[in-house]
């Protein structure tokens, strides 16, 4: 069993920074792609960010910039390094690991991280 442990949410004022980090235990391929999602109230869960076990990064157009994803792959660990955040960053931000077991793609899922920024 795959567990995602997602820490280093909290409030920040706007512009300011914050790091989330996700912690994943348990048995899970060494080629992945971990990511992060993130929901805001009253909205859908839309990607942050992702980053594959090889390094390969894709970000969401608004957070381009702005956000860096990152990876230990001997800590089977991603960072979310947000900078410059912005009241509309505000979202339980959700980390995610995928990963291919015979011919079968699964998801794992963290509970979340409220991340919450004033204006």
């Known amino acids: 069993q795959v567990k995602l442990v997602e820490s280093g949410g909290g409030l920040v004022q706007a512009g300011g920074s914050l790091r989330l980090s996700c912690a994943a235990s348990?048995?899970?391929?060494?080629?992945?792609?971990m990511g992060w999602y993130r929901q805001a109230p009253g909205k859908q869960r839309e990607l942050v960010a992702t980053?594959?076990?090889?390094?390969?990064?894709n970000y969401a157009d608004s957070v381009k910039g702005r956000f860096t994803i990152s990876r230990d792959n001997a800590k089977n660990t991603v960072y979310l390094q947000m900078n410059s955040l912005k009241a509309e960053d505000t979202a339980v931000y959700l980390c995610?690991?995928?990963?291919?077991?015979?011919?079968?793609?699964?998801?794992?899922w963290g509970k979340g991280a409220l991340v919450t920024v004033s204006s």
């Open positions: 995610n690991a995928y990963t291919v077991k015979g011919f079968t793609g699964i998801n794992y």
């Open positions: 980053i594959t076990s090889g390094g390969t990064t």
């Open positions: 348990g048995s899970i391929n060494s080629s992945n792609i």
